[in-house]
């Protein structure tokens, strides 16, 4: 599902990446982008802390409800994943040619709603939250194995310059 959802945002989305031709533009740009992709996050956050607050738990270091479990488990896997999402979105950046750096806000969307959906279908059920996860970690797992490809096949020479 996740090649067809970019494949269609980034034939039928009507924007361009502008005009990047360093290395830094493109890290500048994609750190901009990443920001976007912290949304999802700090909204976990937020909910983490207020449904804190509104447990019926009398020791505040004591074992945490479910409902709570939830969103700080959501809260730390995201965090985690976009760690290394936002790094290998860094190192795409600049292997990718001019025009299909309109992937990095596309390939940050889909991690924003796809940490979203996990969220959802954890929240709902836990056996149900494979689907979100894997919206997140297989573009990934290919934005990976395409950085090492770029690395090793593409420009070996450059690995270390």
């Given at each position: 599902?996740c090649?067809c959802?970019?494949y269609g945002?980034?034939?039928?989305l009507?924007f361009d990446?502008?005009?990047?031709p360093?290395?830094s533009?493109?890290?500048?740009?994609?750190?901009?982008?990443a920001a976007?992709a912290?949304?999802?996050i700090v909204l976990?956050?937020i909910v983490?802390?207020i449904?804190?607050?509104?447990?019926?738990?009398?020791?505040?270091?004591?074992?945490?409800q479910?409902?709570?479990?939830i969103h700080?488990?959501?809260v730390s896997?995201?965090i985690h994943?976009?760690?290394?999402?936002?790094f290998?979105?860094?190192?795409?950046?600049?292997?990718?040619p001019?025009?299909?750096?309109?992937?990095?806000?596309l390939?940050t969307g889909l991690?924003?709603i796809?940490r979203?959906?996990f969220?959802l279908?954890y929240?709902?059920?836990?056996?149900?939250?494979?689907f979100?996860?894997s919206?997140?970690?297989?573009p990934?797992?290919?934005?990976?194995?395409?950085n090492l490809?770029?690395?090793?096949?593409?420009?070996?020479?450059g690995?270390?310059?």
């Open positions: 599902l090649p959802l970019i945002a980034y034939v039928f009507p990446a502008p005009l990047l360093t290395i533009a493109r890290l500048v740009y994609t750190l901009r982008c976007f912290t949304f999802p976990g956050m983490s802390g449904s804190r607050l509104c447990s019926s738990a009398l020791e505040p270091f004591g074992e945490l479910q409902e709570v479990e700080r488990t959501y896997q995201s994943l976009f760690i290394l999402y936002f290998n979105m860094a190192v795409l950046a600049t292997y990718l001019q025009e299909l750096l309109k992937l990095i806000p390939l991690f924003a796809s979203l959906i969220w279908s929240a709902i059920s836990r056996s149900f939250r494979a979100g996860f919206m997140t970690f297989l990934l797992l290919a934005m990976l194995l395409w490809y770029g690395m090793f096949i593409l420009e070996p020479e690995l270390l310059s």
